[in-house]
């Protein structure tokens, strides 16, 4: 079992940033892929990051230059520093774990609570 507690979110001007960090706590760490997903009012849960076992790093178009993910196996945490939000950002983002990875949601197994970023105009 992994829980995954997250913190960060908020609201933020077009153009701001904002970092999320998620803690996770269980298994070991080093054992998952990590990534951060998001859901919009009304729309699927989409991909955005993932930093993976191997160290492989894959972002979503819609992000790529502008969100940032890292990992920190000392403290267990997996971060998403975003910079020049869009009012398109908004969303509740949630932290993830999984071994199927990288991009579809159906590869991770455990999920945070989900903190909401908005941003606006």
């Known amino acids: 079992q992994v829980q995954l507690v997250e913190s960060g979110g908020g609201l933020v001007q077009a153009g701001g940033s904002l970092r999320l960090s998620c803690a996770a706590s269980?298994?070991?760490?080093?054992?998952?892929?990590m990534a951060w997903f998001r859901q919009a009012p009304g729309k699927e849960r989409e991909f955005v990051a993932a930093?993976?076992?191997?160290?492989?790093?894959r972002y979503a178009d819609s992000v790529k230059g502008r969100f940032t993910i890292s990992r920190d196996a000392a403290k267990n945490t997996v971060n998403l520093q975003m910079n020049s939000l869009k009012p398109e950002d908004t969303a509740v983002y949630y932290c993830?774990?999984?071994?199927?990875?990288?991009?579809?949601?159906?590869?991770?197994?455990?999920w945070g609570q989900g903190p909401q970023v908005t941003v606006s105009s």
């Open positions: 993830a774990a999984g071994s199927g990875g990288p991009t579809s949601l159906y590869d991770y197994d455990y």
């Open positions: 269980g298994r070991t760490f080093s054992s998952y892929d």
């Open positions: 930093f993976r076992r191997s160290g492989y790093i």
